[in-house]
């Protein structure tokens, strides 16, 4: 279903709603169990690059209706009760529906474990009091938040930062994941301005599908990634905020990646924050849209177009639907445990453990069930959902609304595992052999997730 443009204009119009910002240091300690890569030689963090940060914005709709985001520089949730012992106690402590929150993950890979069964590993006796410090963290971040609150428009305007590159490489017989110079990737950058009734600029929201992988496997330093230098450069250019939406990114990583060297970790941090610069210069305040205004003779026929003022929109809706998908024939958590104990190969043996983590979540489901969060805020849409999805997904969605600009978010209220396109299950390739998903799950949630969108959407659209 692609839906054709009902206007030319360029920028969207924008939320007004009431709006507040917070931000907390969530660095953890030093010695915390911190192994993200199987080729590590070390298992603890030594010291830290950048601080590590927890971010709200808070929104109130003008019929009342509250919504949070909160980003998290963190990886990835390997035991899902730990994700939603933190989440529950933030819907019940705030008096929040479940489609009120979206807790997001920047998916660096510096980060600490923040999975209890670590608890055995060295520096594991770390790990349950800091996701009790999360919890905290995020209590104080949410109410930071609100106490700030403001009258105020977020507007949203598409840029590019080629960034991101294709990570799906093949050499020879074997398909690893790094820079593959072939395929072409998916380049889109969404950036969303805040700002005041008096035309403040109060924050910047930067959603780009990369993964945060430019730290690898001899990094002993606890870090954002670049995601910690897109901020720097934000904060130092503009002196607001920059919070961070980690975009569909299942096959999109850096170039340059798996290094030690902070230095190139910032250098990616810096061409995504200029690539944000850059978006903004050109949406101007967000208030008036590029529209086409007539056409005018000379020695070409020419298109003129003109600046326009547009009411912001005060639309806001939200909705969780959950989308069932296959699940492949999975071992029994028992035998992949047994497995983990006879196992005396260390790569091996971290892989097996991050599989029976994953396969204790699922239990004796033969189908998933994945939630996906779709907010409305104004003329953009949001699209979150806890898997790793590949591009493809954003780009097919993107496509079929031409009419919005759609941010969409990754590692969001939880994980599982990849959602790689079907042609890719012939292959042996990670993304395929790491998740529990079978083929053709990501086409279904492509498609069902077209379908609540059209249904959110309050006017007609036409369709090819």
């Not at 054709?4 to 915390?32: C, E, H, M, Q, W």
């Not at 700030?148 to 960034?163: E, M, P």
Request: proline share 4%; net charge negative.
């Amino acid at each position: 279903m692609i839906a054709k443009k009902d206007s030319l204009r360029d920028v969207y119009a924008g939320l007004g709603a009431r709006f507040g910002l917070g931000t907390r240091n969530i660095t953890p300690p030093l010695g915390i169990y911190a192994r993200n890569w199987g080729a590590a030689k070390f298992d603890q963090a030594t010291g830290i690059h950048q601080e590590l940060l927890m971010q709200c914005l808070y929104t109130e709709s003008a019929d009342g209706q509250a919504a949070v985001f909160l980003t998290a520089d963190l990886g990835w949730w390997k035991n899902a009760n730990d994700e939603k012992r933190i989440r529950q106690a933030l819907l019940a402590r705030f008096n929040l529906e479940e489609t009120d929150l979206i807790l997001a993950l920047s998916h660096t890979h510096a980060g600490p474990s923040i999975c209890s069964t670590d608890e055995d590993q060295p520096g594991g006796a770390f790990i349950a009091p800091y996701l009790d410090f999360l919890k905290d963290q995020a209590i104080a971040c949410i109410e930071e938040a609100k106490s700030a609150i403001f009258d105020g428009r977020l507007t949203w305007g598409y840029g590019v930062c080629d960034l991101a590159c294709n990570r799906d490489l093949q050499v020879g017989g074997d398909y690893l994941i790094g820079f593959n110079p072939i395929e072409k990737p998916d380049h889109t950058l969404l950036v969303g301005q805040l700002r005041d009734t008096s035309n403040i600029l109060r924050g910047v929201i930067c959603n780009y599908a990369c993964h945060p992988t430019s730290f690898a496997h001899e990094n002993e330093l606890l870090s954002p990634d670049f995601v910690g230098e897109l901020r720097v450069t934000i904060e130092q250019a503009l002196h607001v905020s920059c919070l961070f939406l980690q975009g569909a990114s299942g096959d999109l990583a850096p170039k340059k990646q798996y290094v030690k060297d902070p230095k190139l970790v910032e250098a990616n941090g810096r061409q995504l924050g200029y690539a944000v610069l850059a978006t903004l210069a050109q949406m101007g305040d967000g208030e008036q849209n590029w529209v086409y205004d007539k056409a005018l003779t000379s020695g070409a026929p020419l298109a003129c177009w003109k600046l326009k003022y547009e009411q912001a929109s005060v639309d806001y809706k939200k909705v969780v639907v959950h989308v069932q998908v296959p699940y492949k024939k999975l071992d029994s958590a028992a035998s992949i445990l047994e497995e983990y104990q006879k196992c005396n190969d260390r790569v091996l043996k971290d892989r097996l453990w991050r599989k029976y983590n994953t396969r204790k979540t699922i239990g004796d489901q033969q189908v998933a069930e994945i939630p996906v969060w779709i907010w409305k805020m104004g003329n953009a849409i949001v699209v979150a959902q806890a898997n790793e999805a590949y591009s493809v997904y954003q780009m097919q969605i993107r496509k079929a609304f031409p009419n919005h600009c759609i941010a969409f978010i990754n590692i969001a209220n939880g994980y599982v595992g990849y959602l790689a396109p079907k042609e890719l299950y012939e292959k042996d390739i990670y993304a395929v052999w790491q998740s529990p998903y079978d083929q053709g799950s990501l086409e279904i949630l492509i498609k069902e997730t077209e379908k609540a969108i059209l249904k959110l959407l309050t006017y007609e659209i036409r369709l090819d």
